[in-house]
Structure formats: C-alpha cells, structure tokens
C-alpha cells in the first residue's frame, strides 16, 4: 500500500485520520507542522501528502508551493471551510485535489487511490492505447514513457497535469467539458468542483505555453469546456 | 389618467396656492386703491369743472345787466346769448315760449333741469350730447325789486359747457390706474414667485433628505438654515435621522453579532467533528463485532456525528447567505441530464417518475442545482407520499421544475412558513430526517441564480387533486456574480 505523509496540526483530527487510513492498509506518516512535513518530503519517504491549510508556522500554500518546487508528489488538501478563496488558492498553489473537513475516512481515502493512480501504470494506460512518442507542434508527447518535452527540453509536469494533458490530446480538436474531464482525471463523480480543472489547466499552460494568456495547446471553448489544438 | 393627476396635483401645489394668494392679494389692494383714486379725482375734476363753470357763467350774466324791457325782442334774446356765449360754452336764452335762435343745440334739458331753474335754482346736468360729454347749467335771471327781494324774470339762460378736456384728465387717470395696476400685480406676482421659493426650497429639500432617508440611507441630514419654523422642521428631521441611525446601527451591529456568532461556532465545530468524522467509519466496521449496547452505542455515535456533520455544513452554508458571501459557480449543463445525477446519486432514479425533455441547456451553479432538486424531493418523500413526480419544463429565458407528492399536501397554516429555518411542521419529526434548514438552504440558493435583475424563485402550493407541490424556478442563463465563470 502508499505511505501517506500527513500535515495535521489538531492532535485529535491527525490522530483519527491516522487511524482510519492504517486500517485501510497506508502507512501514515503524521506530522503537525508544515516545517516538519516539509523535512519528511525532503526524506523522499512519501507517495502522497494529505496537508491542512490552516497550520501554525509556515501556512498550508506555502508548504504546498514548496513541495510543489521540489517535484511532482501528489498533495491533497485538506481544508477546514469550503471557502472560496482557500480552495482557489490553495488548487493554484499546485493542490491536486481537496476535500473539506469534516471528511469520512473513505472519502479520504478513495482520493487518495484516485491521485495514486495518475501517477503510476494506469496513467499509462488511460494515457491511450498506441503508446508512443506524439508530435504536436513544439510540443512532443511520450504516452510510454509519460515524458512531455517542449522544444527538446523536458517539462516537469505534476501527475494531474500530465494526466489532464494526456487526456485532451488523445482527441486533438475535440472539446471536453469540465465535468468530462473531472470523471476521467480526478475520477469525481458527478458534481466535482470544476474549479479543480480550471486551477489545473492554468498550470499546465504555465508550463508548456508560450504565452499563457493566448493558449495554443490547451484552449478554452467558452460556455463547453476546453481542447486540445487545433495547432 | 395618471398625468392629470399629476397636472391637479401640481395645480394645488404650495407653489401655485402661494402664487395664487399673492396676485389675489395684489388685484384687491390694486383695485380697490386705483379705483378709490380714480373715483375720488374723478368726482374733484368734475365738482371743479361744474363750479368754475357756474362761476363763470355767472359772472358773465352781471354783463346783461341791467335788463331791459320784458318781454325781450328775439333779436335781443340772440344777441343776450351771443354776449354770454365764449369759447367754452354756448348759451341759449328762453323766456317762456320763445328761444334763442341759430344754435346748433338740440334740446338737451330735461324737465327736471327746467323744472329747477324756473323755481329760481341754478341746476346743473351732465348729460351726454351726441356722444360728447357735456355740462349743462341753468339759471334765471332775478330782478332786483325796491323792496330789497328780487323775483324772476323768465329768462332762463342755459350754459353747455364741453367736458372733453375733464374727461381726457380723467381718461389719463383710468389709464394711470390701469398701468399701475398691471405693475402692481407683476410686482406681486414676482413677489410670490421668490415667497415660494423660499419656502419651497426648503420643503423640497426635506422632501429629497426624506425620500433618501426612506431609501436606506440614514446618514440624511439638512443644512438648518436661519430660525423659523422650516428650521425647526429641519433640525427635527436632523434628530429623528440621527436617532434611527443610532438605533438601526446597533440592530444590525447585534444581528451581524449573531450571525458571526453562528458562523464562528460552525467553524469551530468542525474540528472536534473532523476527527469524530474521520473515525466514524472505524466504529461502523467494528460495532458488529461489539458485544450488545457496546454495539448498538458505537452506532448511535456513528450515525449522529454524521448528522451533526450536515447540520454544521447547513449552518455554514445559512450563514454564508447571510453575510452575502455566497457565490455562483457557474457552469453549463444539461437540465435534464443533472437532475438525472441527482436522482441517482441518492439512489433515487427508480422510486421517481421524471419528465425529463431533453436538450434544456442552462448555465448555472450544478452544485445548488443539485443541492435544491435533492432537498425538494427528499423532502417529497419524507413528508409526502409516493409516487414522487418531478417534472421539467423549458421557457426561452427561464425553466421550471416541479416536484410533486401524493401525500395529504401542505397545510394552509404551514404553507408561509416551509421556507424558515428550522420550520418544524410536524412536531413529531425525528432530528435525524433533516437539519431543519434544508429547505431554507434550497430557497436561498433559487433565489442566487439571477437573470436581468430578476431572482430565481420556489415556491411551495398544494395540487388541485392534493398532494404538495415545490415549483422552482431558474434562469436559462444565470449572471455571474464576482468569479465562478469561464476563465
């Protein structure tokens, strides 16, 4: 099972998630502050992070942006209010996915399957079927080996990137709307929060558009959703 | 209909009665001091036009004196008239049947003036002669006796004086009086003119300040100008604002006090909640494995954290409508096909006769959309009875969703209330059916979807054949409201 990395500053809160996640076969790494957790990633020792927001010290975004720099381990948040504001933020910080607090085990806990997945084999294989190297452009798709590169250069993509990328250039030209796009990534069901795709898109562009304000790769189709291309 | 109202209205306003009494004002006074004017100079020229006349014609009789024979010759009689006749006045002579010749005149006397002058009177006329004004004098001449007395002659001498010189003076003076006039009630009327203003500049400021006031804005004050009665209304006015604005102040400073009281208790909440949560699904899987009350206990703590759990989120997403930060996030959606999630999600799909017509595109928040269907027809089945049918229905603007029960339908007294947090119509209910906030929550959130300025509305009724019916009512295109939209 994964060895999931947990950033909880409520002793009570840390302890039943700990609990709960054990008995569903992870080995649960708890910490209580973002320093800590931030040691622990340096440590290499995690699949996943589970990081609340609201911490003493160094605050969730700042944790989340700094896991973030360091690579592509997969964060989910876990956020004490449903606020707007903290939700946008902390999914443009580089989140993957939120839940909000109060949250049952196994909701948790099917999350975090769901974001494991984007990272390993069944990335590859719902990267679509004739795996191979794909020519878009300037930008270069490896489905086999999950390696995008942009002008021969090879871009860092984080899991849910790389799987949102994948996703919308396996059907150049054809618009998937936002609710499509959260069942195949993010493996929500219906009513996921389309702000999760809006935040992942916006930092995908980041990384391989020129210019992120006049997208080329990942273009918006106003009132659907978005596409792929046309180049 | 409305602008002649409106016309009356205006007519009896402040300005025009104002205006209205200060020309009726200046038409008396002008009247009655012009025409007093006028009749006094008039009856003066007149009185001295007749007394120099008289004067004069007197005095021209001591020239025929002494008289000679009588009965006098006709010659005699012409030649008395031509010597008292001048150049303001022509004289005929009679002496009882006989009459002065050659004159022009036509017969004027009347036989009140020739009855005066032959009982020895001198009498005066003014009469009218072919349209011209004109005096007439009579008198007769007297003979002095021996005795001292005299008797008359019977000679009656009659003067005709023009008045056309008195009566171009007076003319002048009617004209005078006229012009006067005229100035007199312009001046009043511009008198009245600055009145009103006065007055009214002020009303009409209070009546803005007033109107404003009225509108929500407490912070109103006038400007107290000066100390009549317009001030003391003003400064009045001034107080009641100054008071309203304290005391709705600290209304709302105490309700906002609640609601953040509500809120911040919601939150905090949500911590101890999170780890009993976070472990509830522990004491599910081993409560069958808990020897008897153990068991049963470890399933009532399950079962009420989680109901706990809702009645936070409700109380948090309550409070969030009342601090108005409660935003759309919207999205485009298939009507039919999300209210097809939403009943099957809960396991509904089967239990649920749906008229669904495909093809109804809307954009809107799919979350309060989901949020609102659930709540409705969960509700259809607590409350009512089966079957539950819920029925879509598309406008070019606007689609509306009705859901409908079979059960005994809202009672009249209950109806106002089913929107109101907490609105317990069945006092028997049991707190784990709902937090009591579910259908308040599902009004709120119709009501965020606006189109043109107009809200999304629910509305609760009973069907003809009984039964409850929930009629939402949502715009085709939702505005966005702050983010939320396409980026």
């Not at chain 1, 649960?28 to 290499?44: F, I, N, Y």
């Not at chain 2, 400021?205 to 006031?213: P, V």
Request: glycine share 10%; aromatic share 4%; hydrophobic share 45%.
């Amino acid at each position: 099972m994964s060895r999931v990395l947990l950033i909880e500053d409520h002793q009570t809160v840390r302890d039943g998630l700990q609990l709960a996640l054990t008995r569903q076969g992870h080995t649960v790494d708890a910490v209580a502050t973002g320093e800590q957790g931030l040691v622990r990633v340096h440590e290499g020792a995690s699949d996943v992070v589970v990081l609340d927001l609201m911490l003493p010290g160094i605050d969730g975004f700042e944790v989340c942006r700094r896991i973030r720099a360091l690579g592509d381990l997969p964060i989910i948040m876990l956020t004490a209010r449903n606020d707007d504001m903290d939700v946008v933020a902390g999914l443009e910080a580089g989140a993957d996915d939120y839940v909000v607090k109060p949250v049952q085990a196994r909701v948790l806990e099917a999350r975090i399957r769901a974001v494991l997945r984007r990272t390993g084999g069944e990335t590859r294989r719902a990267g679509g079927a004739p795996a191979g190297v794909e020519q878009h452009g300037a930008l270069t798709i490896d489905r086999a080996a999950l390696v995008v590169s942009r002008g021969g250069m090879p871009v860092g993509l984080a899991p849910t990137e790389l799987r949102l990328l994948l996703e919308l250039s396996r059907t150049p030209g054809q618009v998937l709307s936002r609710q499509q796009l959260l069942e195949a990534v993010w493996e929500h069901g219906y009513l996921g929060d389309s702000r999760l795709v809006d935040a992942c898109v916006q930092r995908l562009r980041a990384k391989i558009e020129d210019d992120s304000s006049a997208p080329v790769f990942v273009q918006t189709v106003r009132g659907f959703g978005y596409r792929f291309g046309p180049l | 209909m409305t602008r002649w109202r409106w016309a009356v209205g205006r007519a009896s306003g402040l300005r025009v009665r104002l205006l209205l009494a200060f020309t009726l004002l200046g038409l008396t006074t002008t009247a009655v001091v012009a025409s007093g004017s006028y009749f006094q100079a008039r009856r003066v020229i007149l009185q001295q036009a007749q007394d120099a006349a008289v004067v004069s014609l007197t005095d021209q009789l001591i020239t025929v004196y002494p008289l000679r024979r009588l009965p006098p010759t006709q010659d005699e009689l012409d030649s008395m008239a031509g010597i008292l006749s001048d150049r303001d006045s022509s004289v005929v002579v009679y002496y009882h049947g006989m009459r002065t010749r050659g004159s022009q005149l036509p017969e004027p006397f009347t036989p009140e003036l020739r009855e005066a002058v032959r009982d020895g009177k001198v009498a005066w006329q003014r009469v009218s002669l072919k349209g011209q004004p004109v005096l007439l004098i009579g008198t007769q001449l007297m003979i002095d006796q021996p005795d001292g007395t005299s008797r008359p002659s019977g000679l009656e001498v009659y003067a005709v004086r023009s008045l056309i010189p008195e009566k171009q003076s007076i003319d002048r003076l009617a004209n005078l009086a006229w012009v006067t006039g005229g100035l007199s009630l312009v001046l009043a009327v511009l008198l009245a003119l600055l009145a009103a203003a006065g007055v009214l500049r002020p009303v009409r400021e209070l009546g803005r300040a007033a109107h404003r006031l009225g509108q929500g804005d407490l912070t109103t004050r006038l400007v107290v100008r000066g100390t009549d009665e317009l001030a003391d209304v003003a400064r009045t006015f001034n107080n009641t604002a100054q008071t309203l604005e304290r005391q709705v102040g600290e209304l709302r400073r105490m309700e906002s006090d609640a609601r953040r009281f509500v809120a911040d208790v919601s939150h905090e909440l949500r911590t101890p909640l999170a780890a009993m949560t976070a472990v509830t699904d522990v004491l599910d899987e081993e409560a069958g494995g808990l020897p008897g009350d153990a068991g049963r206990a470890a399933r009532i703590v399950s079962q009420e954290t989680q109901n706990l759990v809702r009645l936070v989120d409700d109380l948090i997403e309550v409070s969030r409508f009342d601090s108005g930060t409660a935003r759309l996030a919207l999205d485009d959606v298939d009507v039919a096909a999300a209210v097809t999630a939403t009943l099957r999600v809960r396991g509904w799909a089967d239990q649920v006769r749906a008229e669904l017509p495909p093809g109804v595109m809307a954009r809107l928040d799919p979350r309060r959309l989901d949020v609102i269907v659930a709540n409705l027809v969960g509700n259809a089945f607590r409350h009512g009875a089966a079957p539950v049918s819920l029925r879509l229905h598309a406008e070019p603007n606007w689609f509306t969703i009705e859901v409908a029960d079979q059960g005994p339908g809202l009672d009249p007294e209950v109806l106002p209330h089913v929107f109101e947090r907490f609105y317990k119509a069945d006092t028997a209910r049991t707190r784990s059916e709902g937090s009591g906030l579910g259908l308040a929550i599902a009004w709120e959130n119709a009501r965020l979807h606006r189109h043109a300025g107009q809200p999304g509305s629910l509305v609760a009724g009973n069907a003809p054949a009984g039964g409850a019916v929930f009629r939402l009512r949502l715009p085709r295109v939702a505005e966005s409201a702050g983010d939320g939209g396409v980026r």
